[in-house]
């Protein structure tokens, strides 16, 4: 399997702290973010790496990570000139996906859980993780039936629908890139996630898992904060690179 990290766009949110850099570089707490999501993937045995990243930081990024001959691994960049939704990681790492099961991790997302059982097991399809969140109409929600398997999924719902919230960790065989490339751009103009998991979920083909440990992404204030006091707090002594 072959890893991904999504790392482009602007962090508007976290203005003034990324005005001059990006924010999957901020420190959180001994670490660069992007160290927590690059550690998910190793730790997971994943030797092959691209990073995706804004055209504008894209020296940054190899001054601090280089080759990933440092860290075991091999790293591959690609730039993301426009932010247009996370499905466009697999059309802009279509080369590099091949015919190959992938993993994609969002560069802000911080998992307090290991998933290296999860993926070291994967058979095909899709695989996500969701977590229950107090606030599920920041992003793309899961419905569960009453045996806990998805019955729909929407993204960033307006009326409720579950307190399930869809993670930054995903799953899949070498099939998502002819998802990505079957969906259309949404009313944000942007290919989402949602429509490649509704790919799978529609060909009965998705699993969805529940995530036991503390998750962040770490893209406001308040979050950045509380994955501060987590990494200090539970990660520090977790991590290999």
């Known amino acids: 399997m072959r890893g991904i990290i999504l790392s482009g766009g602007s962090g508007t949110r976290l ?13 959180i707490y001994h670490r ?22 804004a055209p504008e930081r894209a020296g940054d990024y190899l001054n601090l990570l280089g080759s990933g001959r440092e860290f075991g691994v091999k790293f591959t960049y690609e730039i993301q000139d426009h932010p247009e939704g996370i499905a466009q990681a697999f059309l802009i790492g279509e080369n590099f996906i091949d015919n190959e099961d992938v993993a994609l991790i969002l560069g802000d997302n911080i998992f307090a859980d290991d998933f290296i059982e999860e993926i070291q097991s994967f058979k095909g399809g899709a695989k996500i993780f969701a977590k229950q969140v107090p606030d599920p109409e920041r992003f793309g929600v899961v419905k569960f039936d009453e045996k806990l398997k998805a019955e729909k999924i929407v993204e960033k719902p307006q009326a409720y ?5 869809v993670t930054g960790l995903y799953i899949y065989d070498r099939r998502v890139v002819e998802a990505a490339k079957s969906i259309s751009p949404s009313g944000r103009k942007e290919l989402e996630i949602t429509d490649v998991n509704n790919w799978y979920l529609a060909k009965g083909e998705l699993d969805v898992a529940i995530v036991k440990g503390e998750w962040l992404d770490a893209g406001t204030f308040d979050s950045l904060l509380r994955a501060q006091n987590l990494a200090k707090e539970k990660l520090a002594d977790k991590m290999v690179i």
């Open 15 to 27: 203005r003034p702290l990324t005005k001059i850099t990006s924010k999957q570089l901020l420190p």
């Open 32 to 53: 660069p973010m992007i160290y927590y999501p690059l550690n998910t993937l190793i730790k997971a045995g994943i030797k092959e790496i691209l990073i995706i990243v």
């Open 161 to 165: 629908l579950s307190d399930y919230a």
